[in-house]
C-alpha cells in the first residue's frame, strides 16, 4: 500500500500518494517542482495566474522528459549498432579460423 505524504509545492499543500515511490523521493520531486515553480515565475512576472505557471512547469518537465527519450533512444540504437558491429566482426574471425589454409 502506498503511503500518503504531506507536500509542498510553492505556496500550496498538498497530500498525495504515488506508486512505487517513497516518501523521500516523492518530497524530492516536489521540491524540484517547487524550485521551476519558483524559477518560472521569476522569468515570468507579468503572468499572474499560478494556473498558467503550473502549466508552463508541466510543460517544461515534458520537454526535459522528451529530451532525455529522444537521447535514451539514440543511444539505444548506437548500442544495438555496435553489438551488430562485434558480432560481424567476429563471425568473420571465426569463419577465417575455420579455413583450411588457418589463414
Known amino acids: 500500500m502506498n503511503e500518503k505524504v504531506d507536500i509542498q509545492i510553492g505556496t ?6 504515488m506508486e512505487g515511490l517513497t516518501p523521500i ?8 517542482v517547487s524550485d521551476r515553480l519558483a524559477e518560472l515565475q521569476t522569468q515570468n512576472k507579468t503572468v ?3 494556473s498558467k505557471i503550473a502549466l508552463l512547469v508541466a510543460l517544461s518537465f515534458a520537454a526535459e522528459l ?3 527519450r529522444s537521447a535514451h533512444e539514440m543511444t ?5 549498432n555496435k553489438a551488430d558491429q ?11 579460423g575455420a579455413r583450411p589454409d588457418g589463414a
Not at 25 to 32: L, V
Not at 76 to 80: A, D, P, V, W, Y
Open 12 to 17: 500550496r499543500r498538498l497530500v498525495v500518494e
Open 25 to 32: 523521493e516523492i518530497n524530492g520531486m516536489a521540491q524540484k
Open 48 to 50: 499572474a495566474d499560478t
Open 66 to 68: 522528451e529530451k532525455e
Open 76 to 80: 539505444r540504437r548506437m548500442l544495438e
Open 86 to 96: 562485434l558480432s560481424q566482426s567476429l563471425r568473420e574471425s571465426l569463419e577465417a
